[in-house]
């Protein structure tokens, strides 16, 4: 049955145990989304005085999360979230006794009877939510922080826009400008290199926000090419409001880029991927530079506005 003998203690376990462990079902899923909805009703009733102990009890002991249906329970009634017992290989974790299939329905109510406050609170929200919606809310959440909108790095600095325009400032040396005109020049000694031609972001702020003008070299199927493209920063909805465009030429030949500045919650790997922003061929931006075509020498120039 198990042709690998691999001494992996997962598979070592499955062959010892016919009895191998069930995912969680789809249909316990869909019932928890129908018992949402019945408590979401009843939701913000003022009785918010939630002892701290039944907000423990619902942290699973491995990964700390707080645990939604289906929860589940060893028979000595140690409990462990949906995500984490597929991990334990059929062990509690808590007494190491047999994990078996049984779920804790008790605690599940208990849950759908809590109402919390929004984890962004510290953020400004005052929304308090039945827990079974909690989630939810907190993935659409506008008070939720934005990530570092810096490409190139790993930057896992999430904040507020204000946060991040210091952020990106004084830790990534990022250029700010202000105004909604600008004439950018970026040069590159060895365009030829395209894995390493660099790519770069300049933060303009007019209109009382702010925006980002990410510059970068990269790989259109086989093509080499560059991308420009603004984003802003803040929510897609106002994003919309804002228009811009950018512009490169030389040796007589002019490209012109008009577009909605794309929201930082969207990544910049995103947009780029989408190709949503000025692509300028490399040979195109070669002969705008001039020259012996040794050197990249690109002007951009561009103009944000905002729509009525
Ligand atoms: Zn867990
Ligand atoms: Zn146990
Ligand atoms: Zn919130
Ligand atoms: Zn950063």
Known sequence: MFPMSTGNSYFDDLRNKPEVIDPPQMEDLLEVGEHVNDTSESALKPNVTISTNVRELLECPVCLNAMYPPIHQCSNG???????????????????????????????????????????????????????????????????????????????????????????????KVDMHSGSTFNHRYVKSNPHEVENATWMLTVFSCFGQYFCLHFEAFQLGMAPVYIAFLRFMGDDNEAKNYSYSLEVGGNGRKMIWQGVPRSIRDSHRKVRDSFDGLIIQRNMALFFSGGDRKELKLRVTGRIWKEN
């Open 78 to 172: 140690h409990t462990l979230c949906s995500g984490c017992k597929p991990r334990v290989h059929n062990r509690c974790p808590t007494c190491r006794h047999e994990l078996g299939n049984i779920r804790c329905l008790a605690l599940e109510k208990v849950a759908a009877s809590l109402e919390l406050p929004c984890k962004y609170q510290n953020f400004g929200c005052i929304g308090i939510y039945p827990y079974y919606s909690k989630l939810k809310h907190e993935s659409q959440c506008t008070f939720r922080p934005y990530n570092c909108p810096y490409a190139g790095s790993e930057c896992s600095v999430i904040g507020d826009i204000p946060f991040l325009v210091s952020h990106l400032k004084d830790d990534h």
